[in-house]
C-alpha cells in the first residue's frame, strides 16, 4: 500500500526529538519511567510541511536522519512506504525501525492533506464524525487518592471507560480495584497487567478481576505468548486485548490467527504508521474483530476516523500531556469523544518551537 498520494517532490526532512519528564514517578505491571522521549518528523514540499512523531528512544531519530531521510529526500513520495520497508532490511524493520517508518508516514500523509487543502480524516475517507476514548493510566505508582482522582475526573468529564495499571504487586491489586471501582461507579473498568502474569496468574486473575466487574483486560501474560492469551481468552468473561507491539503485519496476524484476543490494539506510531494502521486495521476485518488505537491520541483519531471496525482510543495521561506542551491545534474531549477538526488542512498540530526547544533530547 502507498503511504501518500504526494505529487510534489520532497524537499526536505528534519528529525528532531524531545524529552519530556512525568509529572511524578509511573509504573506499571513490568517497567517504570520518569520521562517520554516523542521524536519528531518534519517533511517539506512544494512550500508545505507535513508532521509526523513516535515515542520512542533518540535512537529513531537516528534512523530516520541516516536510513530513511535519503530515502525520502527527492523521490516521488507515492513509493516512499515500500522503499523505507527495503531500506530498513539489514537495520531490522520491526521494533524502532517500524517506529521510524510510522514518524516519517505520518509526515507523509499530513503533507499530502496540507498539499491538497483537506483534513487528514477527509483524505483517509472518515467513516466517523467522532471517535470513542477511554481514559487511560492509573500506574501502579500512585496512591490510592491520586488513582481515584484520575479515573474519577476521567468519569466526571463524561468518558463512559477507563483504564489502570494492575500486576506489579499483585497483592496491592485488590485494595487498588476497590479504589478505583468505588471513584468510577457504572463506568466502564479496564485494566492493564502489561504482561505481568505467567500463564498460571493470569488464569487466577481472570476469575478474580469478575469481582470489580472489569471489562477489558490487557496483555495479561506478555503479547508474545499467544497460546496463554488464547487460554485466558477461552477463560475471561470480558474482552482480552493484546497488540500494543504490533510492528509489521504479521505481529498482527500472529494475534489474530492464534485467537488471542477479543479486540485487536494497534498503535499508529509503532506499526509503520498510517499506512500500517490502516492494513492493520483491514486484517483485523477479514477475522471479525474490532480495532482499539493504543496512544498518541491526537494523530491517531485521524486513522481511527477512518476504519470501519473501530472500537476506541486510548487517552493516554503520558501522551496527552506531551502533545498538549508540544503542539499547537490539538483537540479536546467532549463527552468522552474526539472529533477530528476537518476544518483544517491534515491532522492540524503545529510544533510549537519555542515551548519543545527547552526539552530537546
Known amino acids: 500500500m502507498a503511504a501518500t498520494r504526494v505529487e510534489a517532490a520532497v524537499e526536505r526532512v528534519d528529525v528532531s526529538a524531545y524529552t519530556i519528564p512525568t509529572d511524578e514517578p509511573e509504573s506499571d505491571g513490568t517497567l517504570e519511567w520518569e520521562s517520554t522521549t516523542i521524536v519528531v518528523v518534519e517533511i517539506a514540499a512544494d512550500g508545505k510541511a507535513g508532521l509526523g512523531y513516535t515515542y520512542g528512544p533518540k535512537a529513531v531519530a537516528a534512523l530516520v ?46 503533507l499530502t492533506a496540507r498539499l491538497e487543502d483537506r483534513s487528514l480524516a477527509d483524505l483517509l475517507g472518515a467513516r466517523h464524525d467522532a471517535v470513542p476514548l477511554y481514559g487511560s493510566g492509573g500506574f501502579t505508582s500512585y496512591s490510592h487518592g491520586r488513582l481515584a482522582e484520575q479515573l474519577g475526573g476521567w468519569v466526571d468529564a463524561g468518558f463512559p471507560r477507563v483504564k489502570m495499571k494492575i500486576g506489579r504487586e499483585p497483592e496491592r491489586d485488590p485494595a487498588r480495584l476497590d479504589a478505583a471501582k468505588e471513584a468510577t461507579g457504572d463506568a466502564e473498568l479496564f485494566v492493564d497487567a502489561n504482561g505481568a502474569y505467567d500463564r498460571a496468574q493470569a488464569l487466577e486473575w481472570a476469575d478474580r478481576l469478575t469481582a470489580w466487574d472489569v471489562r477489558w483486560c490487557e496483555e495479561p501474560v506478555s503479547s508474545a505468548d499467544f497460546e496463554g492469551l488464547r487460554a485466558v481468552r477461552e477463560r475471561a468473561p470480558y474482552d482480552i486485548a493484546a497488540g500494543e507491539y504490533v510492528y509489521v503485519l504479521a505481529d ?51 486513522a481511527c476516523a477512518a476504519i470501519p471496525n473501530l472500537r476506541h482510543l486510548e487517552w493516554f495521561h503520558d501522551h496527552v500531556r506531551v502533545e498538549s506542551m508540544l503542539f499547537d491545534g490539538v483537540l479536546e474531549p467532549e463527552n468522552g469523544e474526539l472529533r477530528p477538526d476537518r476544518s483544517l488542512p491534515g491532522h492540524g498540530l503545529e510544533l510549537k518551537r519555542a515551548d519543545a526547544e527547552r526539552f530537546a533530547a
Open 252 to 302: 498482527a496476524r500472529n494475534l489474530l490467527e492464534a485467537r488471542a484476543v477479543d479486540c485487536l490494539q494497534a498503535d499508529v506510531t509503532r506499526c509503520q504508521g498510517i499506512t500500517g494502521f490502516l492494513e492493520v486495521a483491514e486484517l483485523a476485518a477479514e477475522h471479525g474483530l474490532d480495532v482499539s488505537a493504543h496512544c498518541a491520541p491526537q494523530v491517531s483519531v485521524h
Open 65 to 110: 536522519d541516516e536510513l530513511l531521510a535519503p530515502l525520502v529526500k527527492g523521490s516521488d513520495p507515492v513509493e516512499a512506504f515500500d522503499e523505507m520497508g527495503r531500506g530498513l532490511r539489514n537495520a531490522g524493520r520491526p521494533g524502532i525501525g517500524a517506529m521510524a517508518m510510522a514518524a516519517v508516514d505520518i509526515a507523509l500523509w499530513d
